[in-house]
């Protein structure tokens, strides 16, 4: 039966607008009178989770930040920043920073390039095995950086299988490193929002005579907009702070701000130095989401979503959008990701006698000093992940959520852009600076008789703070998608805000906390910039150890390196294929 239309008044004054008992066409019955008390526990629930995050964020980023780079800036007691002036007339600095730039934009514009059409075949298009492919493109993304440079640098020098490309120790081969690891970011962040938008958008522009790549430009990539910038934000920031990669593919000649931090605090200890390139770093990466932030501002509008999983079409060559699709696609699979993978497994299956699986027979023992196996490793690894994935996931989606909202004021809009860009910025500084910053504020902190340094605890922590910015950035273009227009039509016919917010925002971002979940999850499986500081000898994770086998001599050593790194290949590939398996048509979200 219709609602009448002054059941749906909605009285400005009203927290909490809802049809009102007794009220019909004429406008009789008495209005509902609403309490105090529940405006103020709808206050009180946004300013905990407000709340929350940014007491994450301080006391585990910025307070270990702060005290490493205050360590370089204060002498004696005193704020000394005569490092700046040494620092910054270095030709060597300004030389660093140029390559990270364009180390950075380069890698960024290949990801995205060969990105788009790989998250159109994969999230809009239907063909047998697009499961498997989903979850094989998200591999490179989690594997140690170091693995992957050897893995790189293995086909590029003379006598490797494309040496007489001359690409070894090039800035070209550094930017095919990063591309290789960021591919996924884009395919996924933009394939889950492709995958729900609704066609009928694209149907009626091809039905008025539009060409198809004339409604790709006009009408697909403009809603897509939001996504893209936020994924090249996110694929930047990677690029800029990238560290194994680099430092075994370039080596000292084209190094970064990143590798200059770790040169500069573990070779020469001048921690002045460090944290003068810390604040660089800190304020290329503020430049960047200040950027990205003004491109997501100008494709805000929201893009409907309607489209499901059952929307996705079978491939079809004739086409020229989907032959397109196809051969980028295919050869970046095959030539970009599958090659380095495919020599990685064969590598791992050499050994001095020969070929076999000597290598992986020596992960079920401790090698040379290492005080675990290699599988207890990957133990330690998967509980230690699952810690960091569940904090991610709280502090992540509370973030997403109250970034998404659009607030009328004006001071209210800032505030939700500064909350955005402050929860990225852990992927903007150093993970050498944060591992230290860690070993120095956390013996005793807030001033509790407790040593978090010696607790694995402090492992998870880590991890989660590189997670929480991806679970933001996956979680926030769906939910900002939503028109707001559903929230209120849902709190005019009388739900509750919790309601509201399981029965409308939820149920639309709950794939997306999948695809969401998987990242986080990937990201701290194969994190190990401020982990190689933290683990403990006794209980190291697997790219710990993996990095450990690799600067040890001998071809045992090496050849369990390359063993291990496909077994955490192996293991990530399997999560995410089971994330895959959980997905249900119809249920609303990014993937």
């Known amino acids: 039966m219709p609602v009448p239309a002054a059941a749906l008044a909605v009285d400005p004054a009203d927290p909490h607008p809802g049809p009102r008992p007794g009220a019909g066409p004429a406008g009789g019955g008495a209005p509902r009178r609403r309490g105090p008390r529940t405006g103020w526990g709808v206050r009180v629930a946004w300013a905990v989770a407000a709340g929350l995050p940014l007491l994450f964020l301080a006391v585990f980023f910025v307070w270990p930040v702060a005290e490493i780079v205050g360590r370089g800036f204060v002498a004696d007691g005193r704020l000394d920043l005569t490092g700046f002036g040494d620092v910054l007339t270095r030709p060597r600095t300004w030389r660093v920073v140029g390559q990270t730039l364009a180390q950075a934009g380069l890698g960024t514009l290949g990801a995205v390039l060969l990105g788009v059409p790989g998250a159109y075949l994969l999230y809009r298009c239907r063909f047998p095995g697009r499961g498997a492919l989903r979850a094989f493109v998200t591999v490179p993304f989690v594997l140690p950086t170091v693995v992957v440079g050897v893995a790189f640098r293995s086909l590029l020098v003379d006598g490797g299988l494309l040496g007489g490309l001359g690409l070894d120790g090039s800035f070209a081969a550094i930017v095919l490193a990063l591309v290789f690891f960021n591919y996924a970011v884009v395919v996924r962040t933009v394939g889950g929002l492709w995958e729900r938008l609704d066609p009928r958008a694209e149907q009626a522009a091809r039905a008025l005579g539009a060409s198809p790549w004339r409604v790709l430009r006009t009408v697909t990539l403009p809603a897509l907009g939001p996504a893209i910038a936020s994924a090249a934000s996110l694929v930047f920031l990677f690029c800029a702070t990238a560290f194994g990669t680099v430092l075994v593919l370039g080596g000292r000649r084209y190094g970064t701000v990143e590798t200059e931090i770790w040169i500069q605090t573990t070779q020469f200890l001048d921690l002045r130095a460090a944290a003068v390139l810390s604040v660089v770093q800190l304020v290329v990466v503020v430049a960047a989401l200040a950027l990205a932030g003004r491109a997501r501002a100008r494709t805000e509008a929201a893009p409907t979503l309607g489209g499901t999983a059952a929307d996705a079409r079978p491939v079809r060559l004739r086409d020229p959008i989907d032959a397109v699709a196809v051969a980028v696609t295919a050869l970046t699979v095959a030539g970009l990701l599958a090659l380095p993978l495919v020599h990685l497994v064969v ?186 500081f933290l683990a403990r000898p006794q209980d190291p994770t697997l790219p710990v150890v993996i990095f450990r086998l690799l600067g040890r001599p001998g071809a045992e050593n090496y050849g369990a390196a390359l063993a291990a790194s496909v077994l955490l290949a192996a293991l990530t590939a399997s999560i995410v294929a089971v994330c895959e398996r959980l997905r249900r048509p119809g249920t609303g979200g990014a993937w």
Request: glycine content about 8%.
């Open 347 to 532: 590598r791992s299956l050499r050994t001095p006698r020969g070929w076999g699986l000597d290598n992986y027979a020596a992960l079920a023992v401790p090698q040379d000093t290492l005080a675990v196996s290699a599988w207890q490793a990957a133990g330690t690894s998967v509980r230690t992940a699952v810690d960091a994935t569940v904090l991610a996931l709280v502090v992540g989606g509370l973030v997403a959520l109250l970034v998404s909202r659009r607030p009328r004021r004006t001071a209210a809009r800032r505030a939700v852009a500064g909350l955005d860009a402050l929860f990225m910025l852990p992927l903007g500084v150093s993970a050498v600076t944060v591992g230290f910053g860690f070993l120095v504020s956390m013996d005793a902190p807030l001033g509790l008789p407790v040593d978090l340094r010696t607790s694995p605890v402090l492992v998870a922590v880590a991890q989660a703070v590189v997670a929480v910015p991806l679970v933001v950035r996956t979680v926030l273009p769906v939910l900002r998608a939503v028109d707001p227009r559903q929230r209120e039509v849902a709190a005019t016919l009388g739900a509750a805000p919790g309601r509201v917010l399981r029965t409308v925002d939820l149920a639309v971002a709950l794939r997306a906390v999948g695809l969401a979940l998987g990242f986080a999850f990937a990201a701290s499986l194969g994190e190990f910039g401020a982990t190689s």
